[in-house]
């Protein structure tokens, strides 16, 4: 089946240290790739969509300054936090649309534990 | 207003018992996608079983099934003969627009406990 892998799977960084994540398909070609944040105990939280080659579109009250994400080609996707504060500490997991497949063709990575310290 | 909406934060149900974990949505796309996730306690995100807006038949997956009910907009999971590995997060997703503009969002999830 479809793997999208996500790398770090765990990472410490100290506070206004810049990180990166990275989410990439292995075995097939993203055309769309979603960024979530997800809080302890609660729900995914769309942050962005991007598309392969154009600017990301960011959800209402996510600062894109702060979360830079580069879907530079069809195979990688790359999210960004910026100056890290412990406030930034989350679980981060992304997903992906297979191109030119509709329906179920949205495969997640395994997500990402960030810890500003 | 919420999309997606899942109004059980947590069940308990007994092992061996079915259990209906309830999902309505909203939207006014004629084309949208319904999907059900399973998270356990590592985070990963499983797929269970997606419902295409225009699919006549209600999907099925295993012990999985989608009560779809297009009118009243709600797409219900039913898991039959629960079992104790079952016991996980459970969330609701949406996707909809088109290539290009898609978006995939999420209900707050149930909580599902099953008891032996």
Known sequence: GAVVSQHPSRVICK??????????????????????????????????TSNEGSKATYEQGVEKDKFLINHASLTLSTLTVTSAHPEDSSFYICSARERGRWGNTIYFGEGSWLTVV | AQKITQTQPGMFVQEKEAVTLDCTYDTSDPSYGLFWYKQPSSGEMIFLIYQGSYDQQNATEGRYSLNFQKARKSANLVISASQLGDSAMYFCAMREGDFGNEKLTFGTGTRLTIIP
Request: aromatic share 14%; hydrophobic share 40%; glycine share 2%.
């Open chain 1, 15 to 48: 506070s206004g240290t810049s990180v990166k994540i990275e989410c990439r398909s292995l075995d097939f070609q993203a055309t769309t790739m979603f960024w979530y944040r997800q809080f302890p105990k609660q729900s995914l939280m769309l942050m962005a």
